[in-house]
């Protein structure tokens, strides 16, 4: 069984750094698309970034870019999520997602249904 599990979140204040890792369990990562993802109360969850099966190739939502770095570990069958500067609309649950689909090397989807698997979230606040 495939299991994702978030960890890292928590609050700080706003210009703040926090990184964030999702360990997966059950399947290795090396050959998969993996994401993260967040999402405010009373809103839909929405991309924040994506990286391809070895790192190579990266995206991310206008609203983080140049602030987060996405990166990965295969050895580890970890993801992680850099995030500096933070602000405090960047206040969400933080989930990361394996997606099962391969479609060409730089493959690295940014919309939800695209992904398989979940994690269970982390809740990242930051204060003003």
């Known amino acids: 069984q495939v299991q994702l599990v978030e960890s890292g979140g928590g609050l700080v204040q706003a210009g703040e750094s926090l990184t964030l890792s999702c360990t997966v369990s059950?399947?290795?990562?090396?050959?998969?698309?993996m994401g993260w993802f967040r999402q405010a109360p009373g809103k839909e969850r929405e991309f924040a970034a994506s990286?391809?099966?070895?790192?190579?190739?990266?995206s991310y939502a206008d609203s983080v870019k140049g602030r987060f770095t996405i990166s990965r570990d295969n050895a580890k069958n970890t993801v992680y999520l850099q995030m500096n500067s933070l602000k405090p609309e960047d206040t969400a649950v933080y989930y990361c997602?394996?997606?099962?689909?391969?479609?060409?090397?730089?493959?690295?989807?940014?919309?939800?249904?695209?992904?398989?698997?979940w994690g269970q979230g982390t809740q990242v606040t930051v204060s003003s």
């Open positions: 990286i391809n099966w070895n790192g190579a190739s990266t």
């Open positions: 997602a394996l997606a099962l689909r391969y479609d060409g090397p730089s493959y690295r989807p940014i919309r939800t249904d695209e992904y398989d698997y």
């Open positions: 059950g399947r290795p990562v090396s050959s998969h698309a």
